[in-house]
């Protein structure tokens, strides 16, 4: 089981990930709120030769399902330009949020797009890392909340061999229950490529996206420590800084 956390320190990711005690590690290689292509990171080899294996989260600007052509456009951009700055670190994936369209425009047109952005990158050859599609807390037009809509995605997308990172923290806020969640998703996308492990500031389908550490939140800790040991996958903990170390003991003692 490799266990690890989005890491605070952009510049040195692996020494960050070294005191941590992690086999894995997630990071942004552009600031998060922009657009701004990734420059070369300076630690690229020692990142490519470190047993810790990393991982990169994608802007949050990001949406690929919207149907607004000006927010779409630089978003598949971005997306391209992540992933091949993923590819260039040896990162074993990107994360990409599900993303969602404007109130009352049509969630399909949304999940169109979705496939698009793979269709078009496939007549250029596919990505050169896995797209890790995340589900999200908030919206009633989002491509990636409900299981419904997940499995509606999944039809369009799942055979360009899109990947998937749940989250627990935005699937129990989202309003889905935790209790056998692993198989409820395994059902629909085939695979569980990275689980972020985080506990909810709020309640059950609040629609909120507040993580917190693993003992402090709304949810049950057991079923986090559950899902970490059906999952399958490597776990990347989003949760406050503060209360980090303790949370990577507890998921040592009990889920390994
Ligand atoms: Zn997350």
Redesign the pocket.
């Known amino acids: 089981m490799r266990i690890g956390a989005h890491v605070r320190q952009d510049e040195d990711p692996i020494g960050y990930g070294e005191r941590l005690g992690a086999d894995v590690i997630q990071m942004f290689l552009t600031d998060p709120q922009k657009w701004e292509k990734p420059p070369t990171h300076p630690r690229t080899d020692e990142i490519r030769n470190s047993p810790i294996d990393v991982v990169v989260h994608s802007s949050y600007v990001i949406n690929v399902a919207s149907l607004n052509n000006r927010l779409r456009m630089p978003s598949r951009n971005a997306v391209a330009q992540q992933a091949q700055a993923a590819a260039d670190i040896g990162a074993v994936g990107l994360v990409v949020h599900g993303g969602h369209v404007r109130d009352g425009e049509d969630v399909n047109a949304g999940i169109v797009n979705w496939r698009k952005l793979f269709e078009r990158q496939a007549d250029k050859g596919g990505f050169p890392v896995p797209i890790l599609i995340?589900n999200t807390a908030g919206g009633d037009f989002a491509m990636a909340r409900h299981f419904d809509a997940i499995d509606r995605l999944w039809q369009e997308v799942g055979d360009f061999g899109a990947g998937f990172c749940l989250?627990t923290c935005?699937a129990w806020a989202g309003g889905e229950e935790l209790v056998g969640v692993v198989e409820r998703i395994k059902a629909i996308t085939g695979r569980i490529d990275l689980v972020?492990l985080?506990n909810s500031r709020d309640e059950f389908n609040s629609a909120r996206d507040r993580h917190a550490n693993l003992a402090d939140g709304t949810i049950d800790p057991e079923l986090l420590a559950e899902v970490v040991r059906t999952a399958d996958a490597p776990v990347v903990l989003?949760t406050p800084a503060e209360g980090l170390a303790e949370d990577l003991a507890y998921l040592r003692e009990t889920a390994g």
Do not use: S, V
């Open positions: 995340e989250d935005h972020h985080n989003e």
